[in-house]
C-alpha cells in the first residue's frame, strides 16, 4: 500500500549573522540571532520510482529543487514531493532549510528511517551548506523562539526566548542567497559589522539587526525607503537576511509597512519541525 507523510517546518528570519567556515558541512554555519516564525513549508512526501519535487506558493508553482533533491539521495529514497509555503521564497524566511526539515521530517517516518530529529537537522543542515543557501537557519528552526547561536551548526549552544509580540514582514523580491554567501567581500564586510552579543528582548533583537544591517552594506536603496518610514513612526525594523524585505516589531509595523507592499502578520514559532500525519 502506498502512503503519503505530511509535516510542517517553520521558517526563520535571520537578523544578524557571521560564517563560521569549519573543516565539514557540520562545523560549517554561523553564529547570530532571528525569530523563528509560525509561517514555514508544509511537505506532502510519497515513494516514487524517481525522485521529483513540485513547489506550490501563491499564485505559481515550479518544479525542481536541488537542496531537497540531494538530501533524499543522501537517504538512499526516491519520492514524489510537493512543499507548500504561504510567503515569497528567497525573501530571507528561511523557507529551503524549512522545506529540507519538513521533507526529510516526512520522508524519516514515511520510509521507517529510525533518524531521530537531531539526526534529520544534521542532513537538512549538510544540504543547506552544500548548496548555499543558508548558514544557521537549520539551527534555528529546530525549535522556536527569538533565537541565539553561538556557534556553527545544529549542536552548537542556542538560546531561546519567546516573546508575545506579533511581527510584521514584506518582501520587495528575492536576494539570491547563495551570491552573497560565496562573495568573500561580503562575508568582510558581514564578519566586521557583527554585534557580538544576543539580544535581550524583541526590540533590542530589531536594534542589533538594523546595526548589522546598516554597517554590513547589504541594505538595498527600496529597503532603505521602508526602514526610514519605520523610523518615522518609531517602529523597530531591520532586513531580514538574505532577504530583499523589511521586517518590524509591535502591531503599529502593519500600517507602515502596509505602504510598501503586502504585509505578513506572524508570530514566534513554538516548536520545530513535526510529522502532520500519515496516511493511505
Do not use: W
Not at 560549517?28 to 508544509?42: F, L
Not at 513612526?233 to 509595523?253: Q, R, Y
Request: glycine content about 12%; aromatic content about 6%.
Amino acid at each position: 500500500m502506498v502512503r503519503t507523510a505530511v509535516a510542517f517546518s517553520p521558517g526563520h528570519i535571520s537578523g544578524y549573522f557571521k560564517r563560521v567556515e569549519g573543516s565539514e558541512p557540520g562545523s560549517t554555519g554561523s553564529v547570530g540571532a532571528g525569530v523563528v516564525i509560525d509561517e514555514g513549508v508544509r511537505s506532502t512526501v510519497v515513494p516514487a520510482a524517481a525522485t521529483s519535487i513540485r513547489v506550490v506558493r501563491p499564485g505559481r508553482a515550479s518544479v525542481g529543487s536541488p537542496p531537497v533533491e540531494y538530501a533524499l539521495d543522501r537517504l538512499g529514497v526516491t519520492a514524489h514531493v510537493t512543499t507548500e509555503c504561504r510567503l515569497p521564497i528567497g525573501a530571507g524566511f528561511g523557507l529551503s532549510a524549512a522545506a529540507l526539515l519538513s521533507t526529510l521530517t516526512a520522508a524519516n517516518y514515511l520510509f521507517g528511517l529510525g533518524l531521530s530529529a537531531d539526526e534529520v537537522a544534521a542532513r537538512a543542515h549538510e544540504a543547506e551548506v552544500f548548496h548555499r543557501t543558508g548558514l544557521g537557519d537549520v539551527a534555528a528552526s529546530q525549535a522556536g523562539g527569538v533565537v541565539c547561536r553561538m556557534g556553527p551548526g545544529i549542536h552548537a549552544d542556542i538560546t531561546r526566548f519567546y516573546p508575545e509580540e506579533p511581527l510584521y514582514a514584506m518582501s520587495l523580491g528575492p536576494l539570491p542567497t547563495a551570491s552573497v554567501l560565496s562573495s568573500p567581500d561580503a562575508m568582510e564586510r558581514i564578519a566586521a559589522a557583527y554585534p557580538d552579543r544576543c539580544p535581550r528582548d524583541l526590540a533590542d533583537f530589531c536594534r542589533l539587526s538594523r546595526g548589522f544591517a546598516e554597517k554590513s552594506g547589504l541594505i538595498a536603496p527600496e529597503v532603505q525607503q521602508v526602514l526610514r518610514a519605520c523610523d518615522a513612526a518609531s517602529v523597530p525594523a531591520s532586513m531580514t537576511m538574505l532577504g530583499n524585505g523589511v521586517f518590524a516589531a509591535g502591531v503599529p509595523a502593519e500600517g507602515v509597512l502596509s505602504g510598501f507592499g503586502e504585509v505578513y502578520r506572524l508570530n514566534v514559532a513554538r516548536r520545530g519541525a513535526y510529522l502532520i500525519e500519515m496516511k493511505p
